[in-house]
């Protein structure tokens, strides 16, 4: 069997106690990881990451002064991947959730920490989150959230997907097939409700939001060509017809009227 290499992590959170609370999780119940530093802040996380080289940041998000998306900005070269620890749900998790990082939500749970290390351990030395970085980084400076980016994990590896170019996507056992404005279809390891979850709705995006019309069918609005009342279904600009399914039927209608689309 081939060694795993060590993971060697520096925690970077401007709270003391979240700081113990890690390190004490890692080495009473890990094997493979090891804490090589601590900071408290982006000023000294830049030091000690130049010094100690790191293949881990576990990160804190929110600290004071700056945060731990400015550290990010802050070091070109990332030879490393990056666990987000966050007390806070909103814009900063869901960009982090776009690009299929991992996170752990404070309090910090052991259960979730250990999981998250060892899922970590089978890519640790193949590659490391520097293209992801850098998407998630170009996201955050941009306000509309169709322009963003999102992770599609496939079996050829990741590939960065700019949201507005998502026409739809179908479940496909618990795969989920994304079909492009292209007319490329990827086939994502994710299953439907995964993306239901992430993708962004009426109340947050003006132009391209999506809702799930079916069981088995989400639908980007902004491609919606026509809806055939009598059929009760939608017909896509590029021909393809989704039907609506009755239980959704009412929710469906209330958007459209909401949007001025009915």
Do not use: C, W
Request: no cysteine; aromatic share 6%.
């Amino acid at each position: 069997m081939e060694e795993l290499k060590p993971i060697r992590a520096v925690i970077i959170d401007d709270e003391q106690k979240s700081r113990n609370t890690i390190s004490a999780i890692i080495s009473k119940y890990t094997k493979n990881t090891s804490i090589v530093g601590e900071a408290d802040s982006v000023k000294a996380a830049i030091k000690l990451i130049q010094q100690v080289e790191p293949n881990l940041l576990l990160l804190d998000i929110n600290m004071p002064f700056e945060t731990g998306f400015d550290l990010l900005k802050q070091i070109p070269k990332r030879k490393y991947h990056v666990i987000f620890i966050t007390a806070y749900e909103g814009f900063a998790l869901r960009a982090i959730k776009f690009h299929a990082f991992n996170y752990i939500l404070k309090p910090v749970n052991i259960d979730e920490l250990i999981n998250t290390l060892e899922e970590l351990e089978d890519v640790i030395d193949s590659q490391n989150d520097h293209e992801r970085l850098k998407a998630l980084i170009e996201d955050l400076n941009e306000p509309k959230i169709e322009n963003h980016k999102i992770a599609i994990p496939s079996k050829s590896g990741r590939e960065y997907i700019q949201m507005s170019t998502v026409v739809r996507m179908k479940a496909d056992g618990s795969s989920t097939k994304i079909f492009l404005s292209d007319g490329r279809m990827i086939v994502s390891s994710k299953n439907l409700g995964e993306y239901e979850k992430l993708l962004p709705n009426e109340e947050e995006s003006s132009e391209h939001f999506f809702m799930r019309v079916h069981h088995g069918d989400i639908v980007n609005f902004n491609y919606i060509d026509q809806l055939n009342k009598a059929d009760n279904l939608f017909v896509l600009k590029d021909g393809t017809e989704i039907v609506i399914a009755q239980r959704k039927k009412s929710q469906t209608m209330k958007i459209l009227k909401n949007k001025n689309l009915l």
